[in-house]
């Protein structure tokens, strides 16, 4: 079945036609080398993922809770950290710019970055106690999650020293990632500082968001959000379910938020691009097993980023990163996609089959 569109009177129509050579596998894999080397600035809340893996063989005598006999321990960027790891495994040139405690894993980010050759600018504050977020699993199931944290607004040196660092590193960038977890690095006078240097820029490098609902009001006219669907319906104050609930909660966001564009991640439901209010596409997921969707929502802006950077439209960048995300989610732990890995996955299916959710002149 051809897809439709909807037209203000709720009524299908025949959907415009989609550039179907620049969706031909052989294209995007193309697409997906041409990214190579792109540069993109990442800033947002850094944080450690730490893993116990083992088996579990018998339940404790002392509870009611099983014993898990770890057999392997190890630790990796998480949160803005990840999105620049993302970045880097697709051949791009990410740049972080975060904030840390003086600590043991604020110390062990650093070298994590430094193996990764990810260039980064991470302020120490001496007070605050660096995200580590300790995962237990056994036999590929995570059985428990750990968190330790410190989650309060940066201020005073750490601020100052976030918005003299965006001044000087904004300009050399045509795309800027914020990836909000909502540990304090992404507040009100650090979007402002940002929106002062990029205003002042021509042409002036995009910015996407990564959105915590905390934040909402922080992200008014950025480029592109990318909400997953319980962000997308709490930003929107409804639910974001099925075509039209997801149509809905986007439009409700672009009138909240008046962002440029939108792209909201729906799992197993692949994801809705909204290209403008009045033009929704929505690309199916390509996932084949899913074992852990941890970091699933770095990969999508991390590639999507890359992709936009490089000089792809909302289209082609949305669905490479599908394929990006399709790979890491059936991987266990925090995981990134290699451009071989994301075009052997372009090539080995057809082209994508695209759909019109919504288009209106």
């Known amino acids: 079945m051809p897809p439709t569109s909807r037209g203000p009177a709720g009524t299908a129509a025949p959907a415009a036609p989609l550039v179907a050579e620049l969706l031909e596998p052989h294209a995007l894999a193309r697409a997906v080398r041409d990214m190579a080397g792109t540069p993109v600035l990442v800033l947002g809340d850094v944080m450690l993922d730490h893993y116990l893996a083992g088996e579990v063989e018998r339940i404790s005598p002392e509870a009611p809770v099983p014993v898990l006999l770890v057999e392997s321990e190890r630790h990796l960027l998480g949160g803005a950290g990840n999105v620049a790891r993302n970045i880097a495994a697709l051949g791009g040139k990410p740049e972080l710019i975060s904030v840390v405690g003086d600590d043991d894993p604020g110390r062990a980010i650093g070298k994590l970055l430094a193996q990764e050759g990810i260039p ?12 580590i977020k300790t995962r237990i699993i056994a036999r590929n199931q995570q059985l428990v999650r750990v968190d330790r944290e410190q989650a309060r607004p940066v201020e005073g040196h750490s601020l100052e020293g976030l918005r003299s660092i965006l001044a000087q590193l904004a300009p050399k960038h045509r795309m800027v990632v914020v990836s909000d977890y909502g540990k304090g690095v992404v507040n009100q006078t650090v979007m402002d500082a940002l929106r002062q240097v ?21 992200y008014a006219g950025m480029d592109v959000l990318t909400p997953n669907a319980k962000e997308a319906g ?34 197993s439901g692949g994801m809705a691009l909204f290209e403008a209010p009045g033009k929704v596409l929505h690309v199916p997921t390509v996932a084949r097993k899913v074992f852990d969707v941890t970091g699933a929502g770095d990969t999508v802006i991390a590639s999507l980023a890359l992709g936009l950077a490089s000089g792809l439209d909302l289209l082609r960048a949305g669905i490479v990163a599908n394929y990006a995300a399709g790979i890491v989610v059936g991987q266990v732990g925090t995981a990134a996609a290699s451009p071989e890995e994301v075009v052997a996955a372009i090539l080995a299916q057809p082209a994508p089959d695209v759909e019109t959710w919504l288009n209106i002149a």
């Open 234 to 267: 709490e930003l929107a104050g409804c639910k974001a379910q099925g075509q039209d609930g997801v149509i809905r909660a986007g439009l409700a966001i672009f009138k909240r938020l008046r962002c440029k564009q939108l792209c909201i991640t729906l799992g």
């Open 120 to 131: 980064s600018h991470l302020l120490v504050e001496a007070k605050r106690q660096t995200t």
């Open 198 to 218: 990029v205003q002042g820029m021509h042409p002036a490098p995009r910015v996407l968001v990564d959105p915590k609902v905390v934040n909402a009001a922080v």
